[in-house]
């Protein structure tokens, strides 16, 4: 295993959380393939600086606090990048439900309040509420009841 390699395998991943995937790709442009990767990968694990799980925990966490995602949009995110279901689930439970909820409210509340300046009909205003908390990813039982006790 190439230590030179493995020491910029290593600084990529302090950098910012990775995935396997990622490193596997990167770990390709720099023309590493096959079981040499694989031993990087498992060295970069074993030292701690690749994982998985601190990945999820992470993504989750900061896509719900700063992009005001929902639970089902992070989680097909993180399938999309290839993470395990064990992952997923350890990164769904760094958003705590109060704070969930709380959150869908004041983003449906905020988006409201433009919507009333230019929508007088009720009916589309719930409508075009309830397709933006869709499409960030809220659950839609949660979104309607929400936009019910507004």
Same mark, same amino acid.
């Given at each position: 295993?190439?230590?030179?390699?493995?020491?910029?395998?290593? !600084?990529?991943?302090?950098?910012?959380?990775?995935?396997?995937?990622?490193?596997?790709?990167?770990?390709?442009?720099?023309?590493?393939?096959?079981?040499?990767?694989?031993?990087?990968?498992a060295e970069l694990i074993t030292l701690n600086y690749l994982s998985e799980e601190r990945f999820a925990k992470t993504y989750a966490g900061g896509k719900f606090r700063m992009k005001n995602w929902g639970k089902m949009k992070i989680k097909q995110e993180l399938h999309r990048r290839g993470l395990t279901e064990y992952s997923i689930q350890q990164g769904m439970n760094e958003i705590p439900e109060q704070a969930y909820q709380t959150g869908l409210k004041e983003l449906l509340t905020k988006k409201r309040e433009l919507l009333v300046r230019t929508e007088?009909?009720?009916?589309?205003?719930?409508?075009?509420?309830?397709?933006?908390?869709?499409?960030?990813?809220?659950? !839609?039982e949660l979104v309607w009841k929400t936009i019910e006790d507004l």
């Open positions: 295993m190439d230590r030179l390699i493995l020491q910029k395998a290593a !600084s990529y991943c302090a950098y910012q959380e990775r995935t396997q995937d990622e490193v596997r790709k990167r770990l390709q442009k720099w023309e590493v393939w096959g079981e040499e990767a694989d031993e990087i990968i007088t009909d009720k009916f589309k205003l719930r409508q075009k509420l309830a397709r933006f908390a869709l499409g960030k990813g809220y659950e !839609s």
